[in-house]
């Protein structure tokens, strides 16, 4: 009962956007299980029909027990001589002559009430269905709205693979659960307790023995559940683990295969998949546990009613209604034991689901924060602390970068280059200090309208599986068609997109991989032209390429460059060359800061690094 309700509070926000076509699945749920009962009275009706003397009888039998049972015996009493009227016409009777109406009553009465609850059970199935996979469509959309906003930190502590298993695995088990366990939760006990008031008017003593057979299925129910969710955590942690492993391995396929690495990252991935299938059978196994024991249980139960029924030589139509009433009952009991199963199932998902939804973004913009529409003065770093962990990696850093300089940062590997350009943006905010843009703190202004001040273009080049002409446009949402193509040609990347199967149309792939690294670099950079932002951040923009690529996107990066404030981070200090001042850092402190050709001579940080890249002084 606790993981039902939390299964509803979680997805009630959701199914209350599609209340209407809930509540028509529910209502039809209901109606199909009211219409298991008819079975029930049909049946003895039919063989009543067949054998009147054992009407007869149980008329008799039914005046004997009116003391005992008054209102149970004379409702049944009333309710077979209403329906008795109602189908006299058009249903056989044993030694009656038969006309085209019994005949047709006779060939259609079960088919008709077959195909009733057939099509209300079909209806029930598609309302619950179309609610379920709107609910996860909406849940999904906003999980992913949930991870897009939280910080960086969040997303360097996670694994792709889990990622990848919350947002499409564990979705999918609510979806499964709304679908296939809400819609059973509505017909099945329904259909228990019509089919139970059913044979309670048939007989109650026989009803109330069976009924004792119900609490003997509920402590194995129980048991196999707390099996089945301690073999859902073990599952889910392997499938994470198989998932991630799998993205690792196919991102980084030119590795494995230049290491010779495939023999090892299979093994990895076999022993992750027996993880995986011993998890799978302990689950399995405590599913399919409930069905036997289920059906050992009610068995029993069965046998000794026949025993019973025979004992008291009960009627034919009697028996025969009573034994149809328990053979309805089997179903719905065994799917009833299966929803605790699937409720256990689901409710490991919903934990997973709620802790993203529970995370809070370490970078947190103000509700009030107020816009800024331009870059007029400078960039202020004051006395700005960082660190990843309890390192600090930037430590009391003073920097102005004012509006149209070329500042370069330079240094050896972990120095903070690269962190320097992740506060810029805001993807971290500092552990002491501020970073200041015309004089507002970047923690009070609008992150959007920050950002679009600024144009990155890096070592990390990241194109989508979208055309062309789309992956420019990122940089500008809504840029015209002629805006992207005068972002390539200043990028110098007209030419070469051009000659592409489709021009700009040309789907690139994922990740651009039918590019080579100069191509995919100038389309970066044509983003960067399209955005026509202020600031140009380039961290390592030319460092993975050749000589001669480099030498073509040195080219579009000195266009881009024209009119706007640059902030370019190299390990390749000869693509510094050309900037106004240089900054060299060393373990987190600013060091060293002048022109190239000063530094170079210096005899400091800056120097030795030179010296060390052929460079002369």
């Known amino acids: 009962m606790n993981n039902l309700q939390s299964i509803l509070r979680f997805g009630w926000p959701y199914l209350r956007r599609y209340c209407g076509r809930f509540l028509a699945g529910l209502l039809l749920g209901l109606l199909f299980g009211l219409s298991n009962a008819s079975f ?89 269905a179309w609610v379920s996979e709107r609910v996860v469509n909406d849940l999904r959309i906003d999980v992913l709205e949930k991870l897009s906003g939280l910080s960086l930190d969040f997303f360097n502590r996670s694994t792709t693979g889990d990622l990848l298993t919350r947002v499409n695995q564990d979705t999918a088990s609510l979806q499964r659960c709304l679908s296939l366990g809400f819609a059973d939760l509505v017909k099945e006990p329904v259909t228990v307790l019509s089919i139970l008031l059913g044979v309670l008017l048939i007989n109650w003593q026989l009803t109330l023995i069976a009924m004792v057979f119900f609490p003997l299925c509920v402590v194995p129910i129980v048991l196999l559940g707390k099996k089945v969710r301690k073999a859902s955590k073990g599952s889910l942690s392997a499938t994470v683990s198989q998932a991630s492993l799998l993205v690792e391995m196919v991102s980084g396929i030119r590795v494995v295969k230049a290491f ?83 409720f256990e199932h689901t409710s490991v998902a919903i934990e997973r689901l709620l ?30 602390s960082f660190s990843y962990g309890h390192k600090l990696v930037l430590e009391h850093l003073h920097l ?157 990066i000195d266009r881009l460059a024209e009119n706007r404030t640059v902030i370019c981070v190299a390990h390749r200090l000869s693509t510094l060359a050309g900037m106004d001042q240089i900054i060299v850092l060393s373990q987190g402190r600013l060091v060293e800061a002048g022109r190239f050709a000063d530094l170079a001579k210096a005899g400091g940080p800056f120097a030795a690094m030179a010296s060390r890249q052929g460079l002369a002084h």
């Open 40 to 128: 029930v009275w049909a049946t003895k009706t039919l063989i009543g029909r067949m054998a009147p003397a054992s009407v007869a009888v149980s008329a008799a039998e039914t005046s004997a027990n009116q003391k005992k049972m008054t209102f149970l015996t004379e409702t049944r009493f009333a309710l077979e001589k209403a329906t008795d009227r109602l189908v006299d016409d058009w249903l056989p009777y044993a030694g009656r002559p038969m006309d085209w109406r019994q005949l047709a009553g006779g060939l259609l009465f079960l088919p008709l009430l077959a195909g009733f609850r057939g099509t209300v059970g079909y209806l029930n199935s598609y309302c619950m």
């Open 260 to 342: 010779g690495l495939e023999q090892q990252q299979v093994a990895r991935f076999r022993k992750l998949s027996k993880d995986l299938v011993h998890h799978g059978m302990k689950g399995m196994r405590a599913r399919e546990q409930v069905n036997p024991i289920i059906e050992t249980i009610s068995m029993i139960g069965l046998g000794l009613l026949v025993v019973h029924i025979a004992y008291q030589q009960r009627t034919v139509d009697e028996m025969v209604a009573f034994l149809t009433g328990m053979a309805l009952i089997y179903t719905p009991v065994k799917k009833l034991a299966a929803l605790h199963v699937l």
């Open 355 to 384: 802790q993203i939804f529970r995370e809070v973004p370490t970078v947190r913009e103000l509700p009030d924060a107020p816009p800024i529409k331009s870059f007029r003065l400078n960039v202020i770093f004051h006395d700005v």
């Open 400 to 556: 102005t970068i004012p509006r149209g300089m070329k500042l370069g940062v330079a240094g050896e590997s972990g120095s903070g280059k690269s962190t320097l350009v992740n506060l810029l943006f805001r993807f971290y905010d500092p552990v002491d200090g501020a970073i200041r843009i015309d004089g507002q703190d970047l923690r009070g202004i609008s992150t959007d309208d920050l950002r679009r001040l600024m144009a990155l273009v890096s070592q990390e080049v990241v194109l989508f599986d979208l055309s062309v002409a789309e992956n420019i446009a990122c940089g500008k949402p809504g840029a015209s068609r002629a805006e992207v193509e005068a972002a390539a040609r200043a990028a110098y990347a007209d030419e070469f997109i051009r000659k592409l199967p489709q021009g700009y149309d040309t789907r690139i792939g994922e990740r651009g991989v039918t590019l080579s690294g100069g191509q995919r670099q100038r389309i970066a950079i044509a983003r960067a032209f399209v955005r026509d932002a202020p600031i140009l951040v380039l961290d390592e923009a030319t460092a993975a390429l050749d000589s001669q690529s480099e030498a073509e996107v040195q080219a579009a």
